[in-house]
């Protein structure tokens, strides 16, 4: 990450370090009727909450085939209803766990995650994010536990669901062995090179890993480099307010970072250009700089931001076995 120059998150938080409020945030869940025990475990009633299924628009017909592809068990015989969720699991041999008043056990993965974001964040995200296959059951189940609890809504003001990356005619994943690592790219292409990559595919439509686009982002990182390093001339300055404008309606318009991206090139392209004609340059050099840093670009920098360094040195020694 350091590599990339990603800034760390403020807080890194584990499910393990929240058990004590998981727990409380499930007897409140239970207190307000929405959750009920059997068998050891406790499960959240759907039934109860008319508004599942609002952000992810999916009929009650279609919710428990999407959920049952995700990790849903319909045929649990202390289910009530084939599509409630586990907010505790009882425990189960060879699984660690943990103390409640429901009996030794874990949280279920819906609840570590509303829990987590509500205490380090507050009860209303400002912007909630991750990939597509998690709107249902995994996000409208986060809203269906942290809205009761908190009283607030919405659980989130923005959500920014991202399409998948497909390798080989299929989604990348784990279970199909089929993913292509960063770390491994890095050999061969530059840190800003992935970056411009990512940046070039809208973040709401599928892509296919590309190896032939990727060079041609690696073209563009080398061209933004050669803009920010040529020397121009003592000509007429090159004028360059329309681009800055174009490039912010862009990045206004539903983060359309391919369109922003075409900007900055054609920027790029432009300081060359005006460079090789004997004319002043400087500004379109700076403007060349501002844009590519909201990419989090190095240009001509070796090194990553102080800021990226320490945050993520304190994160290590948190946790030392990574």
């Not at 660690?96 to 056990?105: A, H, N, V």
């Not at 003001?157 to 990356?165: G, I």
């Not at 004609?277 to 190095?298: C, D, K, P, S």
Request: aromatic share 8%; proline share 7%; charged share 20%.
């Amino acid at each position: 990450m350091q590599v990339l120059n990603v800034r760390p998150p403020d807080e890194y938080p584990r499910a393990t370090d929240v058990i004590p409020d998981i727990v409380t945030a499930v007897g409140a869940l239970i207190e307000r009727g929405l959750a009920y025990v059997s068998g050891g475990s406790v499960y959240y009633r759907v039934n109860a909450w008319p508004a599942f299924g609002l952000l992810s628009h999916l009929p009650r017909s279609e919710m428990l085939a999407v959920a049952n592809e995700r990790g849903n068990r319909p045929d649990d015989p202390h289910k009530r209803d084939p599509l409630d969720f586990v907010l505790w699991q009882g425990a189960a041999p060879g699984e660690p766990t943990w103390d409640s008043p429901w009996g030794p056990g874990r949280p279920g993965w819906h609840i570590e995650c509303s829990v987590m974001s509500t205490r380090f964040l507050g009860p209303t995200l400002d912007v909630h994010g991750g990939g597509g296959d998690l709107v249902f059951p995994h996000h409208e189940c986060e809203i269906a536990q942290a809205e009761p609890v908190t009283g607030c809504s919405p659980f989130a003001r923005v959500w920014l669901h991202t399409a998948m990356v497909e390798h080989e005619g299929a989604k990348m994943s784990k279970s199909l062995g089929n993913l292509v690592m960063v770390r491994n790219l890095l050999k061969h292409w530059s840190p800003d090179a992935l970056r411009l990559y990512l940046g070039q595919h809208y973040y709401r439509l599928k892509w296919n890993h590309d190896p032939d686009q990727l060079a041609d982002a690696a073209q563009l990182a080398e061209k933004l480099r050669a803009a920010v390093t040529v020397s121009g001339g003592e000509g007429d300055p090159l004028h360059v307010a329309g681009a800055e404008a174009d490039f912010t309606a862009a990045m206004n318009d539903d983060l359309s970072t391919p369109s922003a991206l075409g900007t900055l090139a054609s920027l790029a392209d432009d300081v060359l250009a005006a460079a090789r004609a004997g004319r002043r340059v400087e500004a379109g050099q700076a403007l060349v700089r501002r844009l590519a840093h909201v990419f989090g670009l190095r240009l001509d920098r070796l090194d990553t931001e102080d800021r990226v360094t320490r945050g993520w040195d304190a994160h290590l020694r948190r946790f030392p076995s990574l």
